[in-house]
Protein backbone atom coordinates (compact mmCIF):
# COMPACT_ATOMS: atom_id res chain seq x y z
CA UNK A 1 0.00 0.00 0.00
CA UNK A 2 1.42 3.41 -0.85
CA UNK A 3 2.01 5.94 1.95
CA UNK A 4 -0.58 8.33 0.97
CA UNK A 5 -3.15 5.63 0.42
CA UNK A 6 -2.22 4.72 4.17
CA UNK A 7 -2.69 8.73 5.04
CA UNK A 8 -5.87 8.59 3.71
CA UNK A 9 -5.18 10.99 0.76
CA UNK A 10 -5.81 9.79 -2.85
CA UNK A 11 -4.29 7.06 -4.51
CA UNK A 12 -2.05 8.60 -7.59
CA UNK A 13 -2.62 12.05 -6.35
CA UNK A 14 0.91 13.88 -6.19
CA UNK A 15 0.89 14.88 -2.09
CA UNK A 16 3.71 17.45 -0.36
CA UNK A 17 4.06 18.09 3.01
CA UNK A 18 0.76 15.97 4.17
CA UNK A 19 -1.79 17.23 1.43
CA UNK A 20 -2.65 16.93 -1.89
CA UNK A 21 -1.45 19.48 -4.37
CA UNK A 22 -2.10 20.23 -7.95
CA UNK A 23 -0.73 18.03 -10.76
CA UNK A 24 0.45 20.75 -12.36
CA UNK A 25 2.73 21.93 -9.53
CA UNK A 26 4.11 18.40 -9.41
CA UNK A 27 5.05 18.12 -13.25
CA UNK A 28 6.23 21.74 -12.78
CA UNK A 29 8.66 20.58 -9.95
CA UNK A 30 10.05 17.79 -11.74
CA UNK A 31 10.58 19.82 -14.85
CA UNK A 32 12.46 22.19 -12.58
CA UNK A 33 14.20 19.91 -11.00
CA UNK A 34 15.33 18.12 -13.90
CA UNK A 35 16.62 21.80 -15.40
CA UNK A 36 19.08 22.47 -12.33
CA UNK A 37 20.25 18.55 -12.33
CA UNK A 38 21.40 19.18 -16.20
CA UNK A 39 24.04 21.80 -14.85
CA UNK A 40 22.55 24.33 -17.87
CA UNK A 41 20.20 26.61 -16.19
CA UNK A 42 20.75 30.22 -16.98
CA UNK A 43 20.71 33.00 -14.90
CA UNK A 44 17.08 33.89 -16.40
CA UNK A 45 15.68 30.54 -15.80
CA UNK A 46 17.41 30.68 -12.18
CA UNK A 47 14.72 34.08 -11.90
CA UNK A 48 11.90 32.56 -13.44
CA UNK A 49 12.43 29.29 -10.91
CA UNK A 50 11.75 31.92 -8.36
CA UNK A 51 8.96 33.68 -9.77
CA UNK A 52 7.35 30.05 -10.15
CA UNK A 53 7.60 29.20 -6.82
CA UNK A 54 5.85 32.49 -5.69
CA UNK A 55 3.07 32.07 -8.09
CA UNK A 56 1.13 29.69 -6.31
CA UNK A 57 1.57 27.62 -2.45
CA UNK A 58 1.78 24.40 -4.22
CA UNK A 59 4.17 25.45 -6.05
CA UNK A 60 6.48 26.49 -3.44
CA UNK A 61 5.45 23.51 -0.92
CA UNK A 62 6.05 20.85 -4.51
CA UNK A 63 9.85 22.52 -3.78
CA UNK A 64 10.11 22.39 -0.53
CA UNK A 65 9.10 18.71 -0.27
CA UNK A 66 12.13 18.05 -3.18
CA UNK A 67 14.43 19.59 -0.67
CA UNK A 68 13.05 18.15 2.14
CA UNK A 69 13.96 14.74 0.18
CA UNK A 70 17.33 15.77 -0.83
CA UNK A 71 18.32 16.48 3.07
CA UNK A 72 17.10 13.40 4.43
CA UNK A 73 19.35 11.37 1.73
CA UNK A 74 22.37 13.24 1.34
CA UNK A 75 21.57 15.11 -1.62
CA UNK A 76 20.06 13.88 -4.83
CA UNK A 77 22.60 14.33 -7.62
CA UNK A 78 21.98 14.80 -11.35
CA UNK A 79 22.76 12.09 -13.24
CA UNK A 80 20.10 10.39 -11.83
CA UNK A 81 17.71 12.75 -10.86
CA UNK A 82 17.44 13.40 -14.49
CA UNK A 83 17.00 9.47 -15.23
CA UNK A 84 14.60 9.18 -13.07
CA UNK A 85 12.40 12.20 -13.19
CA UNK A 86 12.52 12.05 -17.50
CA UNK A 87 13.32 14.61 -19.90
CA UNK A 88 10.84 17.24 -20.01
CA UNK A 89 9.65 15.46 -23.62
CA UNK A 90 8.98 12.00 -21.81
CA UNK A 91 5.72 10.59 -21.65
CA UNK A 92 3.49 12.28 -18.90
CA UNK A 93 2.64 8.73 -17.64
CA UNK A 94 6.60 8.19 -17.32
CA UNK A 95 6.80 11.53 -15.78
CA UNK A 96 4.32 10.81 -12.91
CA UNK A 97 5.67 7.16 -12.22
CA UNK A 98 8.51 8.78 -10.96
CA UNK A 99 7.35 11.96 -9.40
CA UNK A 100 5.79 9.07 -7.20
CA UNK A 101 9.11 9.08 -5.71
CA UNK A 102 10.37 12.73 -5.15
CA UNK A 103 5.85 14.49 -4.91
CA UNK A 104 4.55 11.65 -3.15
CA UNK A 105 5.11 10.20 0.58
CA UNK A 106 7.01 6.70 -0.96
CA UNK A 107 10.49 7.54 -0.97
CA UNK A 108 11.69 4.00 -1.44
CA UNK A 109 14.26 4.23 -4.32
CA UNK A 110 15.27 7.39 -3.49
CA UNK A 111 18.96 6.65 -2.01
CA UNK A 112 19.66 4.84 -4.55
CA UNK A 113 20.46 7.64 -7.03
CA UNK A 114 22.35 9.60 -4.04
CA UNK A 115 26.34 10.22 -4.29
CA UNK A 116 26.33 9.83 -8.24
CA UNK A 117 28.95 12.14 -9.83
CA UNK A 118 27.15 15.19 -11.28
CA UNK A 119 26.43 18.59 -10.68
CA UNK A 120 24.51 19.38 -6.99
CA UNK A 121 21.60 20.47 -6.78
CA UNK A 122 23.36 22.75 -4.24
CA UNK A 123 26.05 24.14 -6.84
CA UNK A 124 23.38 24.99 -9.21
CA UNK A 125 21.36 27.25 -6.79
CA UNK A 126 24.83 28.68 -5.15
CA UNK A 127 24.86 32.64 -5.25
CA UNK A 128 28.85 31.70 -7.21
CA UNK A 129 29.23 28.39 -8.74
CA UNK A 130 32.32 27.07 -11.23
CA UNK A 131 30.84 23.88 -13.46
CA UNK A 132 33.37 20.61 -14.02
CA UNK A 133 36.59 21.72 -15.40
CA UNK A 134 36.03 25.24 -15.00
CA UNK A 135 38.26 27.82 -12.66
CA UNK A 136 36.79 31.37 -12.22
CA UNK A 137 36.99 34.63 -10.00
CA UNK A 138 34.99 37.28 -8.70
CA UNK A 139 35.91 40.40 -6.82
CA UNK A 140 33.24 41.06 -3.50
CA UNK A 141 31.92 44.22 -2.71
CA UNK A 142 34.66 44.58 0.22
CA UNK A 143 37.23 44.30 -2.85
CA UNK A 144 38.13 40.81 -1.58
CA UNK A 145 38.80 38.43 -4.26
CA UNK A 146 37.59 34.63 -4.81
CA UNK A 147 39.15 32.13 -6.91
CA UNK A 148 36.53 29.01 -7.46
CA UNK A 149 38.28 25.70 -8.48
CA UNK A 150 36.56 22.98 -10.37
CA UNK A 151 32.87 21.80 -9.65
CA UNK A 152 32.62 24.51 -6.64
CA UNK A 153 30.23 26.86 -5.13
CA UNK A 154 29.92 29.35 -2.39
CA UNK A 155 27.02 31.38 -1.04
CA UNK A 156 28.09 34.88 0.12
CA UNK A 157 26.16 36.95 2.81
CA UNK A 158 27.25 40.52 4.09
CA UNK A 159 25.50 42.15 6.45
CA UNK A 160 26.02 45.04 9.40
CA UNK A 161 27.68 42.27 11.73
CA UNK A 162 29.91 40.29 9.05
CA UNK A 163 30.88 39.63 6.29
CA UNK A 164 30.42 35.47 5.35
CA UNK A 165 31.26 32.89 2.88
CA UNK A 166 29.51 29.48 3.48
CA UNK A 167 31.66 27.03 1.18
CA UNK A 168 29.13 24.39 -0.25
CA UNK A 169 31.41 22.24 -2.35
CA UNK A 170 35.25 22.08 -3.83
CA UNK A 171 37.61 24.82 -3.03
CA UNK A 172 38.25 28.46 -3.17
CA UNK A 173 41.67 30.85 -2.83
CA UNK A 174 40.55 33.97 -0.93
CA UNK A 175 42.09 37.27 -1.20
CA UNK A 176 40.53 39.51 1.87
CA UNK A 177 39.98 42.93 0.81
CA UNK A 178 40.86 46.15 2.64
CA UNK A 179 37.99 48.35 1.79
CA UNK A 180 37.55 50.79 5.01
CA UNK A 181 33.64 50.46 5.13
CA UNK A 182 33.23 47.07 6.13
CA UNK A 183 36.98 47.33 8.90
CA UNK A 184 34.99 46.64 11.81
CA UNK A 185 33.02 43.14 10.08
CA UNK A 186 34.74 40.12 11.00
CA UNK A 187 35.62 38.39 7.49
CA UNK A 188 34.24 34.02 8.10
CA UNK A 189 34.25 31.11 5.98
CA UNK A 190 32.01 28.69 6.86
CA UNK A 191 32.39 24.71 5.83
CA UNK A 192 30.50 21.20 6.85
CA UNK A 193 33.05 21.22 9.64
CA UNK A 194 33.04 24.60 11.47
CA UNK A 195 33.79 28.02 10.59
CA UNK A 196 37.24 30.13 9.45
CA UNK A 197 38.07 33.54 10.63
CA UNK A 198 40.31 35.54 8.45
CA UNK A 199 43.23 37.68 10.01
CA UNK A 200 44.18 39.51 6.83
CA UNK A 201 45.11 37.04 4.44
CA UNK A 202 45.63 34.98 1.63
CA UNK A 203 43.99 31.74 1.95
CA UNK A 204 42.57 28.69 0.54
CA UNK A 205 39.94 26.20 1.48
CA UNK A 206 38.62 23.03 0.29
CA UNK A 207 35.18 20.48 1.55
CA UNK A 208 36.17 16.90 1.59
CA UNK A 209 33.56 14.31 2.49
CA UNK A 210 33.87 14.89 6.41
CA UNK A 211 36.68 17.13 6.52
CA UNK A 212 37.15 20.80 5.92
CA UNK A 213 40.94 21.27 4.75
CA UNK A 214 42.98 24.60 4.67
CA UNK A 215 46.44 26.11 3.19
CA UNK A 216 47.13 29.84 4.27
CA UNK A 217 49.60 31.53 2.09
CA UNK A 218 49.91 34.90 3.67
CA UNK A 219 48.67 36.00 6.91
CA UNK A 220 47.14 33.72 9.23
CA UNK A 221 43.44 32.32 9.81
CA UNK A 222 42.03 30.90 12.85
CA UNK A 223 40.21 27.01 12.57
CA UNK A 224 36.91 26.91 15.07
CA UNK A 225 35.49 23.10 15.29
CA UNK A 226 32.29 23.52 15.60
CA UNK A 227 31.72 20.67 18.25
CA UNK A 228 34.13 21.88 20.01
CA UNK A 229 34.91 25.76 19.82
CA UNK A 230 37.70 25.37 22.16
CA UNK A 231 39.95 23.45 20.41
CA UNK A 232 40.18 26.46 17.90
CA UNK A 233 43.64 26.87 16.56
CA UNK A 234 45.47 29.71 14.58
CA UNK A 235 47.28 28.61 11.55
CA UNK A 236 50.26 30.68 9.91
CA UNK A 237 51.36 31.43 6.76
CA UNK A 238 53.03 28.36 4.63
CA UNK A 239 51.28 25.95 6.88
CA UNK A 240 48.45 23.33 5.48
CA UNK A 241 46.26 21.71 7.96
CA UNK A 242 42.48 19.58 8.38
CA UNK A 243 39.85 19.70 10.84
CA UNK A 244 36.68 18.22 11.41
CA UNK A 245 33.80 19.24 14.03
CA UNK A 246 35.72 17.59 17.18
CA UNK A 247 39.26 18.64 16.30
CA UNK A 248 42.05 20.34 13.96
CA UNK A 249 45.05 18.56 12.84
CA UNK A 250 48.59 19.90 13.62
CA UNK A 251 49.24 22.27 10.80
CA UNK A 252 52.25 21.10 8.28
CA UNK A 253 53.78 22.49 5.23
CA UNK A 254 52.07 23.18 1.93
CA UNK A 255 53.96 21.09 -0.87
CA UNK A 256 53.87 22.68 -3.94
CA UNK A 257 50.90 19.79 -5.99
CA UNK A 258 48.77 21.62 -3.13
CA UNK A 259 48.31 24.87 -4.75
CA UNK A 260 49.19 24.03 -8.63
CA UNK A 261 45.57 24.36 -9.76
CA UNK A 262 45.72 27.99 -9.03
CA UNK A 263 48.05 28.74 -12.04
CA UNK A 264 46.56 25.83 -14.48
CA UNK A 265 48.60 22.80 -13.36
CA UNK A 266 48.14 19.32 -11.79
CA UNK A 267 51.46 18.72 -10.33
CA UNK A 268 52.29 14.46 -9.61
CA UNK A 269 55.57 13.52 -7.63
CA UNK A 270 55.81 10.26 -7.24
CA UNK A 271 52.02 9.52 -6.88
CA UNK A 272 50.19 6.59 -7.35
CA UNK A 273 48.30 6.55 -10.18
CA UNK A 274 44.62 5.63 -8.15
CA UNK A 275 45.28 9.21 -6.16
CA UNK A 276 46.22 10.93 -9.44
CA UNK A 277 43.68 9.59 -11.67
CA UNK A 278 41.17 10.86 -8.28
CA UNK A 279 42.29 14.22 -8.10
CA UNK A 280 42.08 14.63 -12.65
CA UNK A 281 38.53 13.01 -12.25
CA UNK A 282 37.03 16.12 -10.33
CA UNK A 283 38.46 18.36 -13.36
CA UNK A 284 36.34 15.95 -16.23
CA UNK A 285 33.04 14.90 -16.90
CA UNK A 286 31.71 11.38 -16.48
CA UNK A 287 33.43 8.54 -14.72
CA UNK A 288 37.66 7.84 -14.28
CA UNK A 289 38.08 4.48 -12.82
CA UNK A 290 41.62 3.05 -12.23
CA UNK A 291 41.75 -1.10 -12.05
CA UNK A 292 43.54 -2.19 -9.21
CA UNK A 293 45.82 -3.87 -10.94
CA UNK A 294 47.83 -0.53 -11.92
CA UNK A 295 46.70 1.23 -8.89
CA UNK A 296 50.03 1.52 -7.16
CA UNK A 297 52.22 3.06 -9.97
CA UNK A 298 53.65 5.33 -9.03
CA UNK A 299 55.43 8.78 -11.86
CA UNK A 300 55.89 12.18 -11.46
CA UNK A 301 54.91 14.99 -13.81
CA UNK A 302 53.67 18.68 -14.37
CA UNK A 303 50.17 18.42 -16.70
CA UNK A 304 48.25 21.31 -17.78
CA UNK A 305 44.67 20.93 -15.96
CA UNK A 306 42.99 22.92 -19.32
CA UNK A 307 43.35 19.40 -21.19
CA UNK A 308 42.30 16.32 -19.14
CA UNK A 309 42.09 14.25 -22.73
CA UNK A 310 45.50 15.05 -23.37
CA UNK A 311 46.64 13.99 -19.59
CA UNK A 312 44.77 10.37 -19.90
CA UNK A 313 46.53 10.20 -23.62
CA UNK A 314 49.86 10.60 -22.42
CA UNK A 315 49.86 7.69 -19.18
CA UNK A 316 50.20 4.80 -21.60
CA UNK A 317 53.64 6.66 -22.81
CA UNK A 318 55.02 6.64 -19.06
CA UNK A 319 53.48 3.52 -17.43
CA UNK A 320 52.54 -0.39 -18.21
CA UNK A 321 48.79 1.05 -19.01
CA UNK A 322 45.88 1.37 -21.67
CA UNK A 323 42.55 3.25 -21.54
CA UNK A 324 40.05 1.27 -22.25
CA UNK A 325 37.05 3.43 -22.66
CA UNK A 326 33.26 2.97 -23.07
CA UNK A 327 31.91 6.23 -23.90
CA UNK A 328 33.89 9.44 -23.60
CA UNK A 329 32.82 9.85 -20.50
CA UNK A 330 33.35 6.05 -19.23
CA UNK A 331 37.44 5.84 -19.22
CA UNK A 332 38.84 2.86 -17.43
CA UNK A 333 42.86 3.00 -16.85
CA UNK A 334 43.59 -0.87 -16.98
CA UNK A 335 47.09 -3.00 -17.34
CA UNK A 336 48.38 -3.28 -20.61
Known amino acids: MSASVAAGLPAGAPCAGGRVIREASADQAAQWLTLFMSGEASEQQRADWQRWRAEHPDNELAWQHIE ?17 LSALDAPRAGRRKYLAVMIGAG ?58 LRLLEGEVRI ?48 IVPARVPRA ?15 RVAVPVGIPEDAVAW ?25 VLRCAPAVADLRFSGVFPLDDTERILAMLPRVLPVRLHARTRFWITVDAA
Open 232 to 246: SRVVQAGERTWFSPD
Open 175 to 222: VTGHDPAYADRPFLVQTAEGSLRALGTDFLVRQHVGRTELMVQQSAVE
Open 68 to 84: AVRARFGGLHGAAASRS
Open 262 to 286: LSGRLVADEVRLADFLQELARYRRG
Open 107 to 164: LAGVAGVAGMSAPSLDRQLADLRTGIGERREWTLADGTRVLLNTGSAINVSFDARQRL
